[in-house]
């Protein structure tokens, strides 16, 4: 027994012409095609007239919604020479820096001016010293004395007795401020109110800050010493010390 073929499935019914798509398919075909066109148009104007930057930034600042703000701590405004915190007012500030190794030169600082320093190439091996005018704050006086070479002790006495009364006197070492230090000179800063001036060694650090036919506050830092040794970050070269403070201008 058998079967008759089976007869192919028409694609369309008979009688029913080909049509392709639809016209609710053509009217969104047009509608993406020109919406596709716009937004090349507008994109290529954008390109034209807004400058990238403003892009760039808008696009970033898109990115950072939603992320929480970061706080930073206001930058600390900077105080005269260089201190943590400012002076009150009616004081004036000094910072005295010494020497350090082969390389760092020593600093006399007072009221944010630099008396002595390399900048100012007024700074050199052995004692600096720098006379100030108690009432006026303005440096009279600014020298070294080699302590290493040539006899300069001399010179440091006549300079120091020289400094008129109602003077401040600020010094600090380089290198060595010991090896050619005489007594009589020793004798005249203790006489200042120094009490390590006798116990310079070869290459200390030394600061020190006096007041000339007037006293100065108990309670301000006046001096600081420190030995050099082959231990230390220098290798037997001085190692840096400072001191600093605010001196009352009320005291004469």
């Excluded at 798509?21 to 075909?29: A, E, S, T, Y």
């Excluded at 509608?31 to 970033?60: D, H, M, N, Q, R």
């Excluded at 009150?88 to 020593?106: D, F």
């Excluded at 006096?210 to 010493?225: C, H, M, V």
Aim: hydrophobic share 40%; net charge positive.
């Amino acid at each position: 027994m058998s079967f008759p073929a089976e007869q192919p499935r028409p694609l369309r019914a008979p009688g029913r012409p080909f049509t392709g798509l639809c016209q609710g398919d053509l009217v969104k075909l047009a509608g993406f095609l020109l919406i596709s066109w716009a937004a090349w148009y507008l994109g290529c104007l954008l390109a034209v007239f807004v400058p990238k930057e403003t892009i760039t930034t808008s696009i970033a600042n898109l990115k950072d919604i939603g992320k929480k703000p970061v706080l930073r701590a206001p930058v600390p405004k900077r105080q005269k020479c260089d201190h943590w915190s400012p002076c009150s007012p009616g004081n004036y500030a000094y910072r005295i820096l010494s020497g350090g190794g082969k390389e760092k030169l020593a600093k006399i600082c007072f009221e944010d001016e630099l008396l002595i320093s390399e900048e100012k190439g007024n700074v050199g091996r052995g004692i600096n010293i720098a006379i100030v005018n108690y009432k006026t704050g303005k440096v009279t006086s600014a020298k070294f004395f080699d302590m290493w070479e040539g006899d300069h002790s001399g010179e440091m006495v006549t300079f120091i007795k020289n400094a008129p009364e109602g003077s401040l006197l600020l010094m600090v070492t380089h290198d060595d401020g010991s090896t050619r230090l005489k007594n009589e000179a020793k004798k005249l800063v203790e006489e200042l109110g120094s009490k390590e001036i006798w116990n310079m060694k070869f290459r200390s650090s030394w600061a020190f800050i006096a007041a000339k036919g007037f006293k100065l506050p108990d309670n301000i830092q006046k001096e600081k010493i420190n030995h050099s040794d082959k231990d230390n970050r220098y290798i037997g070269w001085p190692a840096e010390i400072q001191i600093e403070g605010c001196v009352p201008r009320n005291l004469i």
